[in-house]
């Protein structure tokens, strides 16, 4: 959607558009906020976003507001109201294995469900993808990842690396103009999300005022405690087939927390880890001591299979 084709846009805040009048509904008429919501589907993506994320309250709670946001701002257009268009671009800072990939995918999918993107799809890159090795190579590339985001969201892996400090001429900066430049006149083409650890991002905003300016939500995902990891696994092991009961999960506690005090320790992506171990072992249990198998032999983790 460009701004030509959107009433209201471009304009000063709460300016009435006179080229909108003739689309926009009569100044007293009342509108079904409710009935809004119903239409985009975002309860129905709330409450798939409660079901299927454990924990997650205040990036919940973030992910309300944007959705409120962007409804309130649809409505109010249809009044011909005109506002600035919203700043979506985003920073989720959090530990490995916090959610940040999957949040950015739900949040590209409610963009588009919304009416703010029109492909809602997910271009997710690393610096390798933007920045190339020789003179020239990294504005093409650049502008190739950001042909590919049009219309969805850019999320940017671990985008301190982009800045090199110690280097000056390093190539990262020619990508970081590119981004910046789009990021201001094209915010309604594509939503950039930028992920990595909390103090090293802090760190690249410092050094790129024009960047930190630019994201209007920075979102932090915090590590899950014991029982949000348990929680996962529930939910991890129930979409998959599988029952860990009583003394297995028992076991599996005890390993969890174990492996929360290790340096490589990666949240959710660690329970998932875990839990694929204790399949493998779980399956060769079943084939070298079974011979006679049923339904519940081939659903129920033991806690053998969480044993290293
Ligand atoms: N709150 C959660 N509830 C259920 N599953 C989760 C939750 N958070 C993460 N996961 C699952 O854990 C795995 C890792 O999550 P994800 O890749 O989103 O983490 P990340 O923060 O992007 O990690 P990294 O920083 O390493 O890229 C995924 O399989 C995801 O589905
Ligand atoms: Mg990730």
């Known amino acids: 959607m460009n701004t030509a084709t959107r ?12 080229e909108a009048t003739e689309a926009a509904i009569p100044e007293r008429s009342r509108v079904d906020l409710a009935a809004e919501r119903d239409e985009a589907g975002i309860d129905e993506l709330m409450s798939s976003l409660d079901d299927e994320l454990i924990g997650l309250r205040e990036v919940k709670t973030r992910i309300r507001e944007v959705a409120a946001l962007l409804l309130v701002d649809r409505v109010r257009q249809r009044f011909g109201v005109s ?7 985003m920073c989720f800072t959090g530990n490995p294995g916090t959610g940040k990939t999957t949040v950015a995918m739900r949040m590209a999918g409610l963009l588009h469900r919304i009416g703010y993107l029109e492909r809602g799809h997910l271009v997710a890159v690393t610096r390798d993808d933007l920045v190339g090795q020789y003179v020239g190579h990294t504005a093409p590339k650049t502008k190739e990842v950001l042909k590919r985001a049009m219309g969805g969201v850019l999320f940017i892996d671990e985008a301190y690396y982009l800045y ?8 990262g900066q020619e990508s970081i103009e590119i ?5 201001e006149n094209q915010r309604e083409d594509v939503v950039v999300i930028l992920a990595g650890y909390g103090d090293r991002m802090a760190e690249f905003f410092h050094s ?9 939500h920075h979102i932090e995902f915090d590590d899950y405690d014991l029982g949000e990891l348990e ?4 939910l991890m092991s129930e979409q998959d087939g599988y029952r860990i009961g009583g003394e297995a999960a028992e076991v599996f506690r005890e390993l969890l927390d174990e492996q929360r005090a290790r340096p490589r320790f990666a949240n959710a992506r660690t329970v998932r880890n875990v839990l694929e171990r204790a399949r493998l072992r779980h399956a060769s249990r079943l084939v070298d001591t079974l011979d ?9 983790l033991e806690p053998v299979d969480f044993k290293s």
């Open 7 to 18: 009433p209201g846009f471009g304009m000063r805040p709460g300016e009435i558009d006179t």
């Open 83 to 89: 506002s600035t268009r919203p700043n979506l671009h």
């Open 164 to 171: 090199r400090a110690e280097n000056e001429r390093d190539y």
């Open 179 to 183: 981004l910046l430049q789009v990021m």
């Open 208 to 216: 790129n005022p024009g960047m930190s300016s630019r994201v209007a």
């Open 231 to 234: 929680s996962i696994a529930g």
């Open 292 to 300: 006679d198998c049923g339904l519940d032999d081939l659903v129920r």
